[in-house]
């Protein structure tokens, strides 16, 4: 009996593509679904009904992935640490769009020792419709195996796309360029940045808009003044405190998270030097807990809720076929929120 894996390598594509061409998808290209169809009748290939049934009987699961490591630690361990407080506003707001247009979340535990592979099985098993995920990149080993499988997929702060995936992520550039440019119309020409790490997209896409609008002023940046740091707190504070061991001729400090920002606080404080009459801090992201730091952190807030949201909107899209195509990147923007941990330059009384 002629197998679908026989059309597959017949046809020159994956089982997923044989799959997608006998259930009507609109995805596929009209070359790749002529070259199967003829596949399937050199071949003489008869498809199971009752699993073409099952098939196109519509899941109504999205399942969810978050920060792919190697470590086992399930999912909800993760968001005990300060570092992913940002994820949880998207999780609720990914959650309340799910629910309201008739979907359920799953969660689908597997340690990344199991193979990629492995786990994607696991998603068709449970006749997953579509998958949110919530990575660093595409180095998780995960996403090549999703994308093969052409899963319906959308990235939240990735920019990977693929026959059936599509993103959803911030502004960062524009976001960082906004917070720099306002702090350089304050006044400040010396700004150090505790960017996030360097193997970070959102990280490395702030420091990019922070250079944006040092050029645009016609200021060079001083590299001694760049310094990189996890997104935790104990870091922001170690790295911000080496910094401040060494210089604190500048007067004005960008973090790369509201969390970074609390623990450079803390290395201010510690070295003297008071917020904002001596050094302005601003940051990102605009969690809750800015608003309630002594003094309230200036920061740039990301729209959790358009970007929650969109991304379920998206994938429904892509899973009920309502474009011939994955819909468009969206790339959400975000808005300064002015407090009281920065102020003008001629304001400040400087400890230089």
Known sequence: MVT?????????VSRATVSRVINGSKYIRSDVKERVLAAITELGYEPDMIARNLVQRRSKVIALSFFADH?????????GHATSYFYLDILKNVELEAV??????????????????????????????????MVHGAQDPRVPALLRAELPI??????????????????????????TAYLLELGHRRIAFLAGLSTSLSG??????CHQALAQAGIALDGNLLRHSDWNMEDAYQTTSALLDERHDFTALVAASDVMAIGALRALNEHG????????????????????????????????QSIG????????????????????????????VVRKSTRPLSENKLHL
């Open 4 to 12: 679908s894996e026989q059309v597959a390598q017949r046809a020159g």
């Open 71 to 79: 470590n086992t630690a399930p999912f909800f361990a993760k968001f």
């Open 100 to 133: 309201s247009s008739g979907y359920d979340l799953l969660m689908p535990f597997r340690p990344l020792d199991k193979s990629p592979e492995g786990y994607v099985r696991s998603l068709q098993t449970r006749r997953v419709a579509g998958s949110i995920m």
């Open 154 to 179: 959308v990235f939240i702060d990735s920019t990977i796309e693929g026959p059936a995936a599509t993103y959803v992520k911030s502004d960062h550039i524009e976001s960082a360029r906004q917070l």
């Open 204 to 209: 490395i896409e702030r420091m990019l808009g």
């Open 273 to 304: 030097l008071r917020v904002p009459e001596d050094i302005s801090l601003a940051s990102f992201d605009g969690i809750d807990f800015s608003e309630y730091t002594s003094p309230p952190l200036t920061t740039m807030c990301q729209d959790s």
């Open 309 to 336: 949201g969109g991304a379920v909107r998206r994938l429904i899209s892509i899973i009920e076929g309502t474009d011939p195509q994955p819909p468009p990147p969206l790339l959400v923007p975000t808005h300064l």
